[in-house]
């Protein structure tokens, strides 16, 4: 919580300045005073992370945008030209490619992050859903940029994902047998009968805009969480001055630090392992005419990719799928326990965890070919994803709504500074 | 008795004889795994072996260009630093030894074809591709028994097990299928190409170049060398990127370092 | 925080100091790739330098090539047309200088300043005025007449009428052969 602002404008010129634009005002209220809580810990770096991801996507992205043609007889050469002739263009080039993957890795942390200490409950509901609001852009972005390399899986995750529209045919065949709703929206996603360069082109175009959409999010998002202030490993609130530090230095800093180590990860990839995280399908052109033995999307929508294989009816597959996401929105109701962190919630610890690992399951099932089984125990890879959406669903509709009825939880510290002092009387 | 003993291995005879006349129709086997084999430019800290990429190019030029193109590599290429290390006249000369298909200009007054029918061509320039033997999909596919041969510029980046495959596949001819398995017409056994059924005949025998650096050529040889050229032109970068990886990684550790040390300091009295 | 402020940095203050630095000299690396990935590409500098072949060409004739996204005037020039250039003092040029990129950047413009051999005229075929294309064997000297706004140059390229104010531009170029130029 920020109380009124304690900003002094020390010049001649930040005076002049902050009666007409108060950006400096901003920017100390915001990012240099504003009281942070004091125990916030590791997993907290991420929303900072998440922040430099963006910008490295903008950059690496508007500077793409200068070579690549977005037009399907010229999209594979033009990045074929970016990767060998353009200066320096393996290298962005290649931070954009994983920068996508790093994107989402760590935005499934500062998910899961806000899962385990509850940051979704009261009064940060509209925090969550603007979060989710951003997540699902993300999605929306990362697909269509995923097509413009117009590779063979490029085309053919297009045309899969895209085909899935077509399945409200079977909607508005309930309302009359004529009316193909799916396939005047597919038809409207591609701009032509299947995907092509018309669907290129618009893809192009909305994957230059979506960024900056995510960015706008991000400006609501972080407002929103300075109304309330941040939420802290403890759940509890902050109580007083004594419970928390101004964001500069201690934030700024300690962001940086976690913030240079995930970028040491992120260099070792695209130096040394450009292409791991990527399928080599992708560096044949795409061809209308020959599908690829397997196709898959990048890892961080596999999850998603196996809960809708799982499901044989098309419709339904299509609706688990969207459900999966729309889900996340109600989850701050969804959950009736009062205690927000899971550090006092031993049971609630224990289904999280087990999420996790649900969660790490899908995306490997999603990876696999359909008829595969599980490493030689001859269970079939469909039946596992069906049980692991399940316990997706479950998690949320049962266990966070009816687990606090049986639920002891652990007794919550005084407050967030008799917590961090305790621990230090305790050595 | 006897008869019943007869008459059972008659019985057994026949349909022995009838399983495995059905099980002489097995046309398709998952590949084995590629070979495990290590390369000069594995690893943090690999490089290209020069003299590799050039007798690799050789085998290019004088085995593989007969049927795959090599679109996306340009003669310019051939002198720059991480590269076969020609010099700037030698990869004019290469270039010039090409014939490019000539653009319509005030020499030949816009017309494209001679009156044979043949596309008027030019020599190559040191700014022109590799030109590909074929002028387009049906014909490559008609002088290939329908099949289309890739072309090579990124083909150890688009197979899953890149260089090791492409290696596998050329040094896994000549192997004898199993029982029971079919080769299809026009078709070779290559138990590391998926299905086993592969268009292309064996393309390297013992001696099909002679190396100038005198180098025996062996079908590994020529298979090792062409291999390192092929993931050159699939990444011409390569030594730029590992050499450059190293300088951020090792920046980014110092900073790392001062970070941390500064965040220890400010928050010292705060734990 | 505990408040340690004095009127020069001490040993202290030199972590965040160092930090800094370091970190603006990281910023500084970073962007230099996304600076240069805008300098022409390799395949642009590929076609910096092109051969021509000058075979063909006529005496009295010209040819126009392509270098650097402009156009390049080859251009064969008659004895008649050498003695009209030569017979030009400096001093009654409006340009007195070769603008020749194989010579020095003050030699004068004299007609054996503006060519390697005197039969062949090779200049950059872009008016130095606002950069239209001047038109050959038009205007009063014999040269060049430009159509835009009608500057005139000579049979050696040099101006003779403005508004254009400098002579065209010769390029770097050697001969490989008699029938063979390089340029760039």
Not at chain 1, 213 to 218: D, K, L, S
Not at chain 2, 152 to 177: C, D, H, M, W
Not at chain 3, 96 to 104: G, K, T, V, W
Request: proline fraction near 8%; charged fraction near 15%; glycine fraction near 8%.
């Amino acid at each position: 919580m920020s109380g009124p602002s304690t900003y002094e404008p020390q010049s001649g010129f930040t005076r002049w300045l902050d009666t007409r634009l108060p950006i400096l005002r901003l920017a100390h209220d915001t990012m240099t005073t504003f009281p942070t809580p004091r125990n916030l810990n590791f997993w907290y770096a991420f929303g900072a992370i998440l922040t430099a991801m963006l910008g490295i996507q903008i950059v690496t992205g508007i500077v793409l945008a200068m070579h690549y043609v977005p037009n399907s007889t010229m999209a594979f050469d033009s990045v074929e030209n970016i990767m060998r002739d353009v200066n320096y263009g393996w290298l962005l080039r290649y931070m954009h490619a994983n920068g996508a993957s790093f994107f989402f890795l760590a935005v499934y942390v500062h998910i899961f992050r806000g899962l385990y200490y509850g940051s979704y409950k009261a009064p940060r509901e509209v925090l969550w859903i603007l979060g989710v609001i951003i997540y699902v852009l993300m999605i929306i972005t990362a697909f269509m940029g995923y097509v413009l390399p117009w590779g063979q899986m490029s085309f053919w995750a297009a045309t899969v994902i895209t085909n899935l529209f077509s399945s409200f045919d079977q909607l508005s065949h309930l309302v009359n047998p004529h009316w193909n709703v799916g396939t005047t929206i597919a038809y409207w996603i591609w701009g032509d009968f299947g995907v092509s360069n018309a669907t290129l082109n618009r893809f192009f175009s909305l994957h230059n805009l979506l960024p900056f959409v995510i960015a706008g999010v991000v400006g609501l998002h972080i407002w929103a969480l300075h109304v309330p202030g941040n939420n802290n490993p403890l759940g509890i609130d902050v109580k007083g001055p004594q419970d928390t530090v101004p964001f500069h230095p201690y934030y700024t800093v300690k962001d940086l630090w976690i913030l240079s180590m995930f970028l040491i990860v992120y260099a070792v990839v695209v130096f040394y392992l450009p292409d791991i995280l990527g399928n080599p399908d992708n560096y044949t052109p795409a061809n209308p005419l020959v599908t690829p033995p397997d196709i898959v999307p990048d890892w961080y929508l596999l999850p998603f990719y196996a809960m809708l294989r799982s499901i044989p009816q098309k419709l339904f597959g299509v609706l688990t799928l969207f459900g999966a996401l729309a889900i996340l929105v109600f989850i701050p109701w969804l959950d009736r326990s009062y205690v927000r962190s899971a550090r006092f919630r031993p049971v609630f610890k224990i289904f999280f965890w087990v999420f996790v690992v649900n969660a790490l399951l899908l995306g490997y099932l999603g990876s696999q070919s359909v008829d595969a089984t599980f490493f030689g125990t001859g269970i079939p890879d469909v039946l596992l994803a069906r049980c692991a959406t399940a316990y997706y669903y479950a998690f949320f509709l049962l266990i966070m709504p009816f687990l606090p009825l049986f639920e002891t939880t652990r007794p919550l510290p005084a407050t967030i500074a008799t917590a961090v002092l305790g621990n230090k009387a305790a050595e | 008795m006897r008869i019943a003993l007869g008459a059972s291995l008659g019985l057994a005879a026949f349909l022995g004889l009838t399983f495995a006349a059905l099980a002489d129709t097995v046309t398709t086997l998952p590949a084995l795994p590629p070979k495990d084999v290590s390369w000069s430019f594995d690893g943090p800290f690999g490089h290209y072996d020069r003299a590799a990429l050039q007798r690799g190019f050789q085998v290019y030029k004088e085995v593989c260009s007969a049927c795959h193109s090599l679109n996306r590599v340009a003669f310019h290429t051939l002198d720059e630093p991480g590269g076969p290390g020609f010099t700037e006249a030698q990869a004019k000369a290469i270039a010039a030894g090409y014939k490019i298909p000539d653009e319509p200009n005030d020499q030949n007054k816009g017309q494209l074809y001679d009156s044979s029918g043949n596309r008027v061509t030019r020599a190559g320039t040191i700014a022109d591709y590799f030109p590909p033997p074929f002028p387009n999909e049906p014909a490559a596919r008609a002088a290939n028994n329908g099949a289309l041969p890739p072309d090579l510029s990124i083909i150890e980046k688009a197979r899953a097990g890149g260089a090791s495959y492409v290696f596998s596949i050329l040094t896994g001819f000549g192997q004898t299928p199993p029982a029971g398995f079919t080769v299809l017409a026009n078709k070779y056994y290559n138990p590391y190409f998926d299905g086993r059924n592969i268009s292309m005949p064996p393309p390297l025998t013992d001696g099909s170049v002679t190396f100038s650096d005198g180098t025996k050529a062996t079908v590994e040889q020529e298979a090792q060398d062409v291999v390192t050229f092929l993931a050159w032109a699939g990444e011409p970068k390569m030594e730029e990127r590992k050499r450059l990886g190293f300088g951020v990684i090792a920046f980014l550790l110092v900073f790392s370092g001062l970070l941390y040390l500064s965040y220890r300091k400010i928050w010292h009295d705060k734990h | 925080m505990a408040n340690v402020t004095s009127a020069e940095p001490n040993r202290r203050d030199f972590l965040y100091i160092a930090t800094g630095a370091v970190g603006a000299v990281g910023v500084a690396l970073t962007a230099w790739p996304f600076v240069a990935q805008m300098n022409p590409t390799a395949s642009a500098l590929a076609l910096g330098s092109i051969e021509a072949d000058i075979t063909t060409i006529q005496p009295g004739q010209q040819v126009i090539f392509t270098w650097r996204s402009h156009p390049l005037f080859v251009r064969r020039r008659t004895p008649k047309e050498i003695a009209e250039a030569r017979s030009v003092p400096v001093s009654a040029l409006i340009d007195p200088i070769a603008r020749n990129a194989n010579l020095d950047d003050n030699a004068p413009a004299t007609d054996q300043n503006r060519e390697t051999k005197p039969e062949w005229l090779v200049v950059v075929g872009v008016c130095t005025h606002l950069g239209c294309i001047p038109t050959a064997f038009e205007g009063n000297y014999g040269g060049y007449l430009c159509h835009c706004h009608g500057s005139q140059y000579d049979t050696a390229g040099r101006v003779r009428r403005g508004p254009a104010p400098q002579n065209l531009a010769v390029p770097p170029y050697t001969f490989l052969t008699n029938t063979r130029i390089k340029i760039g």
